[in-house]
């Protein structure tokens, strides 16, 4: 199947900070990414669908000046949490359909605010 | 996408086979029944999926009951490293389809020895 990569794996930042996080997708185009958080012990909750060379839609509840979608190619999307705090602190996870519109997820990044 | 009901954990010995139900009440004829699980720490992986047939891979089989309002997922001969939350989801497949995925609670399995 088509492989999702994700970087960091792993974050830990001070308050306040800015953290980047990627989304490619390895051997397949996407138009269309998904990013997902997932707190401990719940499942995942869909938090913004980024779309290439258009602006990114967002869940109800989720603040985009705080968290910055760019789809910059095909195979790219980044999110971006903008002065993060430790309720920030979650797993974030992505998604990219291929051409048959399977869904393919990537590893996560475990995301620690301090 | 339609809900679906899944129990919240279930336990399943070692080499045994693990039974997962997911009750999907009110799947539209055009809604597949996919299965996902996700190990601890990492990104949902995909199982398998079916329409209205039972459907076998290599990491298990799905049985969809007759009128397509529950469906088992069944790991035949389940070891240690299938401790993982099960995701039962119901959608409409194909390109044309809306893509993203709704998750509920999962099942929680865990395999003991």
């Known amino acids: 199947g088509a492989v999702v990569s994700q970087h960091p794996s792993r974050v830990i930042c001070k308050s306040g900070t800015s953290v980047k996080i990627e989304c490619r997708s390895l051997d397949f185009q996407a138009t269309t990414m998904f990013w997902y958080r997932q707190f401990p012990k719940q499942s995942l909750m869909l938090m913004a669908t980024?779309?290439?060379?258009?602006?990114?839609?967002?869940e109800q509840g989720v603040e985009k000046d705080k968290f910055l979608i760019n789809h910059a190619s095909l195979t790219l999307s980044t999110l971006t949490v903008t002065s993060a705090h430790p309720e920030d602190s979650s797993f974030y996870i992505c998604?990219?359909?291929?051409?048959?519109?399977?869904?393919?997820f990537g590893p996560g990044t475990r995301l620690t605010v301090l | 996408d339609a809900k679906t009901t899944q129990p919240t954990s279930m336990d399943c010995a070692e080499g045994r086979a693990a039974n997962l139900p997911c009750n999907h009440s009110t799947i539209s004829g055009n809604e597949y029944v996919y299965w996902y699980r996700q190990i601890h720490s990492q990104g949902p992986q995909y199982i398998i999926h079916g329409l209205k047939n039972n459907e076998t891979n290599e990491m298990a089989s799905l049985i969809i009951t007759e009128d397509r309002k529950s469906s088992t997922l069944i790991l035949p001969h389940a070891t240690l490293r299938d401790t993982a939350v099960y995701y039962c989801?119901?959608?409409?497949?194909?390109?044309?389809?809306?893509?993203?995925?709704?998750f509920g609670g999962g099942t929680r399995l865990m395999v003991k020895p």
């Open positions: 980024s779309n290439e060379g258009s602006k990114a839609t967002y």
């Open positions: 998604s990219a359909p291929d051409s048959l519109n399977e869904q393919f």
């Open positions: 989801i119901v959608r409409v497949a194909g390109a044309n389809a809306g893509n993203m995925l709704t």
